[in-house]
Nanobody
């Protein structure tokens, strides 16, 4: 089972920056993807950015040019650097890890979620 420990987040003024980190621990076999989702009050959870084991990155259009996702494979840690923050970025941010395991002759993806960390952008 993969255990995710998130850190970072908090309160920042519009235009400011924050960084998040998420470390995966436990009996990890192979991580397929690591990334971040967010959920604002009254809205569905949405993808922010995710990076796969081959180095490809997918980002929401709303954060392109402002957020940067990076990953340290040796530490099983993913980071999210958030710049030029806007009030609409306010949400609970969740770390997401997809682990691939070989079970009974088949590769199966297992998804784990962090506990969530609050990011509030307000003056």
């Amino acid at each position: 089972q993969v255990h995710l420990v998130e850190s970072g987040g908090g309160l920042v003024q519009p235009g400011g920056s924050l960084s998040l980190s998420c470390a995966a621990a436990g009996n990890i076999f192979r991580i397929k993807a690591m990334g971040w989702y967010r959920q604002a009050p009254g809205k569905q959870r949405e993808l922010v950015a995710i990076t796969t084991s081959d180095g490809s990155i997918t980002q929401a259009d709303s954060v392109k040019g402002r957020f940067n996702i990076s990953r340290d494979n040796a530490k099983n840690t993913v980071y999210l650097q958030m710049n030029s923050l806007r009030p609409e970025d306010t949400a609970v941010y969740y770390c997401n890890v997809v682990e691939r395991r070989f079970v009974l002759g088949t590769w199966i993806d297992f998804t784990s979620w962090g506990q969530g960390t609050q990011v509030t952008v307000s003056s």
